[in-house]
């Protein structure tokens, strides 16, 4: 089932994204970090209404952000469509227990079908340029990489831009 989430699952979110930052850092991907995401973006995330759970069995099992709000690092990147209408998906996780189960697609496949019923024109989103699975989950399903933006906190590295015209 995937639900709103609310203040009682931010335990359960933030062992769950570091879990995933220790595995990726275990693979030599260091998207994530001490800094990034942290308990109080989860507490604003889910103030805004824009954080989602995957539930099962009373274990969350991935999350996803849904949001309108375009981030300022974002302006530089010519779009593919313009600037208004769009839904921006950030901080998409799911525990390194259950990676390989299909769920990063349950989430992916839901927030479309959510952007589709809503009328968004598109979707956008970026990910790190050093996790080339990611790149690949969302290649394979029709987004196009369209520039680079930075987080230095997160990285040296940039992170890839991407689009999906719905």
């Known amino acids: 089932m995937i639900r709103k989430a609310d203040f009682s699952d931010i335990d359960p979110i933030h062992k769950l994204t570091r879990a995933c930052a220790k595995a990726m850092i275990a693979k030599g991907i260091f998207q994530w970090n001490?800094?990034?995401?942290?308990?109080?973006?989860?507490?604003k995330d889910i103030e805004l209404e824009e954080l989602y759970v995957l539930e099962e069995e009373n274990m969350i099992k991935g999350i996803i952000v849904l949001t309108e709000l375009m981030d300022?690092?974002?302006l530089p990147i010519e779009w593919l469509t313009d600037n208004t209408n769009n839904l921006y998906i950030h901080r998409l996780a799911v525990h390194p227990?259950?990676?390989?189960n299909g769920y990063?697609?349950?989430?992916?496949?839901?927030?479309e079908a959510n952007a589709?019923?809503?009328?968004?024109?598109?979707?956008?989103?970026d990910t790190f340029s050093q996790n080339k699975r990611n790149q690949k989950f969302y290649e394979t399903r029709?987004?196009?990489k369209l520039g680079d933006i930075f987080f230095p906190k997160q990285?040296?590295?940039?992170f890839h831009c991407y689009e999906l015209v719905l």
């Open 116 to 125: 589709l019923k809503n009328g968004y024109q598109s979707i956008r989103l």
């Open 155 to 158: 990285s040296e590295y940039p």
């Open 34 to 43: 001490e800094h990034y995401p942290n308990r109080f973006r989860f507490q």
């Open 142 to 144: 029709g987004y196009k």
């Open 72 to 74: 300022d690092e974002y």
């Open 97 to 100: 227990d259950h990676w390989g």
């Open 104 to 111: 990063a697609q349950l989430l992916m496949s839901w927030a």
